[in-house]
Nanobody
Framework: QVQLVESGGGLVQAGGSLRLSCAAS????????MAWYRQAPGNQRELVAR???????NYVDAVKGRFTISRDNAKNMVFLQMKSLKPEDTAVYYC????????????????WGKGTLVTVSS
């Protein structure tokens, strides 16, 4: 069974930086898309950034120019470098692996981590 564990969250002042990491355990043959989502209190979970195996990257407009997603396919990890943080970035951040190949003859599946809290103080 594949499990994702996020790390790197915490409390930071506005204008500061954090780097989130997401590590996967279990048998993984390939991951089509690695992504970061976030959910602020009272809000729906939203996509922050996603990166395909081929290198295509998308960001939500609110983080463009401030956040950078990257991935290490050999280690099955995804990262989110966050700079110039704002109080409105406060949320629980989740990583998601989409279309994960776990074995021959097994349909690709999606997996979520349990989240890491990022709090940005003003």
């Amino acid at each position: 069974q594949v499990q994702l564990v996020e790390s790197g969250g915490g409390l930071v002042q506005a204008g500061g930086s954090l780097r989130l990491s997401c590590a996967a355990s279990g048998i993984i043959l390939g991951v089509e898309t690695m992504a970061w989502y976030r959910q602020a209190p009272g809000n729906q979970r939203e996509l922050v950034a996603r990166m395909t195996e081929g290198g295509a990257i998308n960001y939500v407009d609110a983080v463009k120019g401030r956040f950078t997603i990257s991935r290490d396919n050999a280690k099955n990890m995804v990262f989110l470098q966050m700079k110039s943080l704002k109080p409105e970035d406060t949320a629980v951040y989740y990583c998601k692996f989409e279309e994960v190949e776990v074995g021959a003859g097994v349909d690709a599946m999606d997996f979520w981590g349990k989240g890491t809290l990022v709090t940005v103080s003003s």
